[in-house]
């Protein structure tokens, strides 16, 4: 399975669009790109994921680029709920999620 | 109840003693994992079922038993651990496994061995 990139900490305002990058060099055709949260102590929450194009939902966007070697996830609207362990994940057809340690982003009044 | 749900949320127990963790998910899925995550490390796959048969057992210690009597319901028995297994406890459902179906998490057990 592909290895993914993500800076260990960052900073949001709350109300400001928080962009988390990851990358993801070695990702193969069929391998999808998935995002999930931990909030301290509290199961991992599924935000969004995608293979090629780029993905909106309820929660978030998803930004994949053309090479696919690297993805955003923008949250449009921090709140200090969001404040969280952000993992980005490659999965291939396996269906093994391997967590690395993740983005803590740290929402700010 | 909707999603995936655990019980107990919380557990303490001696070395000597034998727990359930039980875990039920309402999402019609058929795949369902153990994860474990301890302080400041990731989690890590124990265990995956698909339609009620183990496919993967990732080099767990014998003392961390799983059962699952059904595509619904998966316990994870607990005898003679250490207190190095004190940890969080996360069961997960997908579609099946072995697939690049979305995985959901259940709340957890925060597990303490004294």
């Known amino acids: 399975d592909a290895k993914t990139t993500q800076p260990p900490s960052m900073d949001c305002a709350e109300g400001r669009a928080a962009n988390l990058p990851c990358n993801h060099s070695?990702?193969?055709?069929?391998?999808?790109v998935y995002w999930y949260r931990q909030i301290h102590s509290q199961g991992p929450q599924y935000i969004i994921h995608?293979?090629?194009n780029n993905e909106t939902n309820e929660m978030a966007s998803l930004i994949i680029t053309e090479d696919r070697k690297s993805s955003t996830l923008i949250l449009p609207h921090a709140t200090l709920r969001d404040t969280a362990v952000y993992y980005c994940?490659?999965?291939?057809?396996?269906?093994?999620?391997?967590f690395g340690q993740g983005t803590t982003l740290q929402v700010k009044p | 109840e909707t999603g995936v749900t655990q019980t107990p949320r919380h557990l303490v127990m001696g070395m000597t003693n034998k727990k359930s963790l039980k875990c039920e998910q309402h999402l019609g899925h058929n795949a369902m994992y153990w994860y474990k995550q301890s302080a400041k490390k990731p989690l890590e796959l124990m265990f995956v079922y698909n339609f009620k048969e183990q496919t993967e057992n990732n080099s767990v210690p014998s003392r961390f038993s799983p059962e699952c009597p059904n595509s619904s319901h998966l316990f994870l028995h607990l005898h003679t651990l250490q207190p190095e297994d004190s940890a969080l406890y996360l069961c997960?459902?997908?579609?099946?496994?072995?697939?690049?179906?979305?995985?959901?998490f259940g709340p957890g057990t925060r597990l303490t061995v004294l």
């Open positions: 070695t990702i193969s055709g069929n391998e999808y």
């Open positions: 995608g293979l090629k």
């Open positions: 997960a459902s997908s579609g099946t496994s072995g697939s690049a179906d979305t995985q959901y």
């Open positions: 994940i490659v999965l291939k057809g396996t269906g093994k999620l391997i």
